[in-house]
């Protein structure tokens, strides 16, 4: 089976081509960040029109790195949702209307579920159930991943996303962002920051450790980064000196680090609470590119027996690939959809047990 996958939630325009074997047949992705970076954030208006410019292009490019045409592929998938609605609007429209023209199967594919699933392509390890934690720019999620449809919630953010974080308190370091290449926004300008710092000069208190929030297996990543504006405010230091970003940033790292892995670790007990015995933990979204995350994750799988996996990089953040892929494994199971689905801007993951996917005639 060959799928094309298209994909415009957020800032990134992105079309792959992935085969039932798990193998990239033709991916671009035309990201924005240098559009938003100016206005210190993402102008919705703006990413909409960027998408209306750059999906023909994306899609184009794909079909021809590919060396295919529509013609050839077996469905076409789209980000539904969740994301915002004039940049979902783009995909949705662009995916609805080829599928339509050619009479191919179409699937809506959820977003975070992309993500959740992104790893099954990449590493047969990933065998239902497993353990899912979601880190990336919108969401910061643990799931039970039963199967496709199937999935317990078990903790979310109760405040910011730890992308968000990340984001943040680069921003009170006065960090530029960098290509989305190597996982957008500024995480990984902060990560490499974090590496020369000492974390302890600045040392942060690790969120929800007091004993009401203790047992939550929610998370919440405001606190760290109004405390660092605080301390910005108060000139415990200087965001143009260099040291200081570093030790500030390490400061964060392992805080934000200590608070992933201690929520992650009550995601594991929730599952076996559940009798739930999970093949292993998979770490997916930006913030999963982060070595300090991976390695604080991969001791907390092995201390429950179990591998952590990530996907590369590249296929952490948006991308045209993960959407393709769902779109195989959703296509397996016979789940397509109409040509009249509309996007969903807000998509709880539950959501999709209940929604009575139907075989299309
Ligand atoms: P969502 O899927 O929730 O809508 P998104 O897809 O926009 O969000 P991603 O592209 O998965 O989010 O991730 C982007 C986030 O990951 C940004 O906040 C970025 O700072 C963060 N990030 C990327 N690389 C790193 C890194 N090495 N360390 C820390 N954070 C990182
Ligand atoms: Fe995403």
């Not at 429209?93 to 392509?121: F, N, Q, W, Y």
């Not at 992308?163 to 995480?187: C, H, M, N, T, Y």
């Not at 007990?269 to 995350?293: F, I, K, P, Q, Y």
Request: charged share 20%; proline share 5%; glycine share 8%.
């Amino acid at each position: 089976l060959r799928v094309l996958g298209l994909e415009s939630s957020c800032d990134d325009t992105a079309a792959a081509i992935v085969s039932s074997d798990g193998q990239i047949l033709g991916e671009t992705n035309v990201h924005q960040h240098t559009v938003h970076e100016q206005h210190g954030g993402i102008v919705p208006g703006l990413a909409a029109n960027h998408h209306l410019k750059n999906m023909p292009l994306v899609v184009h490019d794909t079909l021809k790195k590919a060396g295919m045409q529509i013609t050839d592929l077996d469905a076409i998938a789209v980000t539904r949702g969740p994301g915002l609605p004039a940049s979902l609007a783009v995909c949705v429209a662009a995916g609805k209307t080829l599928a339509a023209v050619h009479a191919k199967p179409l699937i809506g594919v959820h977003h975070m579920e992309a993500h959740a699933l992104m790893a099954r392509m990449t590493s047969s390890v990933v065998q239902f159930p497993f353990l899912c934690l979601l880190i990336s720019g919108g969401h910061t999620l643990s799931l039970v991943v039963h199967g496709i449809n199937q999935y317990t919630m078990v903790g979310t953010t109760r405040d910011d996303s730890v992308g968000e974080a990340f984001d943040k308190v680069a921003r009170e370091l006065q960090v530029p962002w960098i290509s989305s290449q190597e996982g957008g926004g500024a995480g990984p300008a902060l990560e490499r920051l974090a590496r020369d710092g000492d974390p302890l000069r600045f040392a942060l208190p690790v969120p929800m450790d007091k004993a009401d929030s203790a047992a939550s297996p929610d998370f919440s990543f405001s606190g760290l980064k109004t405390r660092i504006k605080r301390m910005r405010e108060q000139n415990l230091f200087n965001p143009v000196v260099r040291q200081d970003q570093a030790d500030v940033a390490a400061a964060f790292q392992l805080a934000a680090t200590k608070h992933l892995r201690k929520k992650t670790a009550l995601a594991f007990r929730r599952a076996r609470e559940m009798h739930v015995d999970v093949t292993c933990l998979v770490a997916s979204g930006g913030v999963a590119s982060n070595l300090a995350v991976r390695e604080s994750l991969e001791q907390l799988a092995t201390s429950n027996g179990v591998d952590l996996v990530c996907p590369p990089p590249s296929l952490c953040t948006d991308n045209g690939v993960m959407i393709a892929w769902a779109g195989i494994e959703r296509l397996k199971l016979g789940l397509l959809d109409p040509y009249t689905i509309d996007f969903i801007q807000r998509w709880p993951l539950e959501d999709l047990k209940t929604m009575g996917y139907r075989p299309r005639a």
